[in-house]
């Protein structure tokens, strides 16, 4: 079992900053791989961005590549998403996600997670 809590989200402008940091507590959190997803009002959650447990590889969706990096600290057991040039199409809810997993692979789909956090809204003003 592994607890998720994200924190960082927030109100900016278009064109702002934010990293968001999802500290894991529990299992060993270098045996995770580990996502973000998001969701926004009347959508349906969608893929953002992954990273193998071993930090060793990286998936974005089309929408946020070149503006998003995702990372991961095993020594804090935390996760970040760094995420530059926001654009009011990036407003949701931001949620991290870990599957355990014997390979260091990324996973794009969020069937495949075992765990997942509360969230952290993120909202974009234009």
């Known amino acids: 079992q592994v607890h998720l809590v994200e924190s960082g989200g927030g109100l900016v402008q278009a064109g702002a900053s934010l990293r968001l940091s999802c500290a894991a507590s529990?299992?060993?959190?270098?045996?995770?791989?580990m996502g973000w997803f998001r969701q926004a009002p009347g959508k349906e959650r969608e893929f953002v961005a992954a990273?193998?447990?071993?930090?060793?590889?990286?998936a974005y969706a089309d929408s946020v590549k070149g503006r998003f990096a995702i990372s991961g600290d095993n020594s804090r057991s935390t996760v970040y998403l760094q995420m530059n040039n926001l654009k009011p199409e990036d407003t949701a809810v931001y949620y991290c996600?870990?599957?355990?997993?014997?390979?260091?692979?990324?996973?794009?789909?969020?069937?495949?997670?075992?765990?997942w956090g509360q969230g952290t809204q993120v909202t974009v003003s234009s």
């Open positions: 529990g299992r060993t959190f270098s045996r995770y791989a």
């Open positions: 990273i193998g447990r071993n930090t060793g590889s990286f």
């Open positions: 996600a870990a599957k355990d997993t014997s390979y260091d692979y990324y996973y794009t789909d969020g069937h495949d997670y075992d765990y």
